[in-house]
Nanobody, 122 residues
């Protein structure tokens, strides 16, 4: 199973970006999908996830600003990021979990995409 993330870039504070992550191989509809992020000098942290049954889970820091959606027809998960702040600056990684639950622990995820960089300027 391969995951490929797209959509990072440079945006001003208060702006928006949409990240995409497309999978190939496996059965996308069975996966929980998540986004994690890692800022320079920090550990990778959970951002948001959607379970196989389309239940969403959010880190407190992004609640009300970020949303996740899953398109089973396109084998793609999207991360819509609004009201971006400089503290959102990080490399963003998508991940897939065979269990379908949508855990917050990165160790629960089976497949990972490459990072896509998001930089928010103040």
């Amino acid at each position: 199973v391969q995951l490929q993330a797209f959509g990072g870039g440079l945006v001003q504070a208060g702006g928006s970006l949409r990240l995409s992550c497309t999978t190939s191989g496996g059965t996308f509809s069975r996966y929980a999908m998540a986004w994690f992020r890692q800022a320079p000098g920090k550990e990778r942290e959970f951002v948001i996830a959607v379970s196989r049954r389309s239940t969403s889970y959010y880190a407190d820091s992004v609640k009300g600003r970020f949303t996740i959606s899953k398109d089973n027809e396109k084998n793609t998960v999207y991360l819509q990021m609004n009201s971006l702040q400089p503290e959102d600056t990080a490399d963003y990684y998508c991940a897939a979990d065979n269990s379908g639950y949508g855990f917050r622990d990165p160790d629960e995820y089976d497949y990972w995409g490459q990072g896509t960089q998001v930089t928010v300027s103040s």
